[in-house]
C-alpha cells in the first residue's frame, strides 16, 4: 500500500503499511538515518521529528496518521541556517552522543526559530 508523506519539503510515496511507525519509514525506507531508536516507546526522544513545527516522538507515530502534515527530520534542520549553527555548536562541544542527537537538537532548534534566533545572536 503506498502512503505518500512529505518530509524535510519533498513528497515521498512509500510501499508501506499505514500502521508503520513513521521511524522505521524514515531510516528503512527512505534511508534518513539520523532519527535514532532508542526505547520504542515514547520516552527517550532519540526518534522526535517536527510535524508541522512541533516536536513528535516519531517511534508511535504511525505513517497513516500523517496525512498532508509536514515531517521535518535532523537532516532537515540541518540544512537551515539556525539548524546547521546549532549543529555546529553541538560538535565544537563534542556532543556525540548519536541517540540523543535528535532529542536534543530538535528542541533546541525551536528555541532559536530562523530568522528570530539568528537576529537575537547579533545584537
Ligand atoms: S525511540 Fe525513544 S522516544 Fe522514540
Not at 538515518?33 to 527517550?44: E, R
Not at 560538535?91 to 534566533?117: A, K, N, S, W, Y
Request: with cysteine; hydrophobic share 35%; aromatic share 4%.
Amino acid at each position: 500500500m503506498a502512503v505518500i508523506i512529505n518530509v524535510n519539503g519533498s513528497g515521498h510515496s512509500v510501499d508501506a503499511h499505514g500502521d508503520t511507525p513513521l521511524l522505521w519509514v524514515l531510516r528503512d525506507v527512505l534511508g534518513m538515518t539520523g532519527t535514532k531508536f532508542g526505547c520504542g516507546i515514547a520516552q527517550c526522544g532519540a526518534c522526535t521529528v517536527h510535524i508541522d513545527g512541533k516536536a513528535v516522538r516519531s517511534c508511535l507515530l504511525p505513517i497513516g496518521a500523517i496525512g498532508n502534515r509536514a515531517v521535518t527530520t535532523i537532516e532537515g534542520v540541518a540544512a537551515t541556517p539556525t539548524g546547521a549553527k546549532v549543529q555546529k555548536a553541538w560538535l565544537d562541544l563534542e556532543f556525540r552522543h548519536r541517540r540523543c542527537h535528535g532529542r536534543q537538537h530538535l528542541p533546541l532548534r525551536h528555541l532559536c526559530p530562523h530568522p528570530r534566533g539568528d537576529q537575537a545572536r547579533r545584537r
